[in-house]
C-alpha cells in the first residue's frame, strides 16, 4: 500500500462527517450577534444549499501533509450521498439519511456512523433544523463566502470550514467550492470540488453498495 493511500485510510472517517456537515448552518445564537451583512451570507448559503436537488461533482480530498486522492460527488436530496473514491483507494462512502457508511474493499470492513443527532446529514435532510451552527468569517472578497461549522456541545464533531463562490448558474447564485474539516485531533482535511453539475440524473441505484464482508460474519 503506498503512503497515499495509507495516509488517506486514516483520515478518511474524520473526512467522510466533515462532508455531511456541509449545511448545519445559521446559527440563531450567532445570528442575533451577526452584523446584518453576515446574517445575509449564511441565510444566501443556506438558501443555495437547500436549493440543490441532485449534484455531481469530482472532488480531490487532500490531508494536511499534503498526500490527496481523488473521487466522484454524487448527491441526491433528500438523503442520499456517495464519495466514489479512485481505483487506488478501493474505498466508498455511501450516505442514506440516517446513516454514513465508509466500505474498505481491501480489508472487507464496513463502518457506519449515525448521523439522527449532530450537525451531519443537514444538507440531505430540508425538515432539519439548520439554525445552530454556522458563523461567517471575513474574506476580504465580495465574490468568497467563507461559514464555520462547528457544534459547541459536541467538540468531537471538530470545525469545517466552508468556502463558496458567487456563480450566477449556481443555485441561489452560490457555489460550494471547498471545505476544509478539522477533526478533533487536530487532523486537517480539505475536499476541493470542481465540474459541479446540477440538476442530473441521478437514482436509487447510484447509491447501492456491495457488502464485501462475509455472509457468515455479518
Excluded at 446559527?27 to 441565510?43: C, I, K, V, Y
Aim: charged fraction near 25%; glycine fraction near 6%; charge should be positive.
Amino acid at each position: 500500500m503506498n503512503r497515499t493511500i495509507k495516509t488517506f485510510r486514516s483520515c478518511v472517517g474524520a473526512a467522510a462527517l466533515a462532508a455531511l456537515s456541509v449545511p448545519a448552518l445559521v446559527p440563531a445564537s450567532t445570528a442575533l450577534a451577526a452584523s446584518p451583512e453576515d446574517a445575509r451570507h449564511l441565510s444566501q448559503a443556506v438558501e443555495a444549499l437547500r436549493a440543490i436537488d441532485t449534484l455531481k461533482a469530482d472532488f480531490v480530498q487532500t490531508d494536511r501533509s499534503g498526500q490527496s486522492v481523488r473521487g466522484a460527488l454524487t448527491l441526491k436530496r433528500p438523503g442520499r450521498i456517495r464519495f466514489q473514491y479512485e481505483k487506488s483507494a478501493n474505498m466508498l462512502i455511501v450516505g442514506d439519511g440516517k446513516a454514513l457508511t465508509l466500505i474498505d474493499y481491501d480489508v472487507r470492513q464496513v463502518q457506519r456512523w449515525p448521523i439522527s443527532n449532530s450537525p451531519l446529514g443537514a444538507l440531505l435532510d430540508p425538515k432539519r433544523d439548520v439554525a445552530k451552527y454556522g458563523k461567517v468569517l471575513s474574506t476580504g472578497n465580495p465574490n468568497v463566502v467563507s461559514i464555520e461549522v462547528r457544534d459547541r456541545s459536541h467538540p468531537e464533531y471538530g470545525v469545517i470550514t466552508l468556502i463558496f463562490q458567487r456563480k450566477a448558474s449556481a443555485p441561489g447564485g452560490l457555489e460550494l467550492t471547498y471545505w476544509v474539516a478539522l477533526d478533533s485531533q487536530n487532523k486537517r482535511t480539505t475536499i476541493a470540488l470542481s465540474n459541479q453539475r446540477y440538476g442530473v440524473p441521478v437514482t436509487d441505484n447510484d447509491f447501492r453498495w456491495v457488502d464485501p464482508r462475509p455472509r457468515n460474519r455479518r
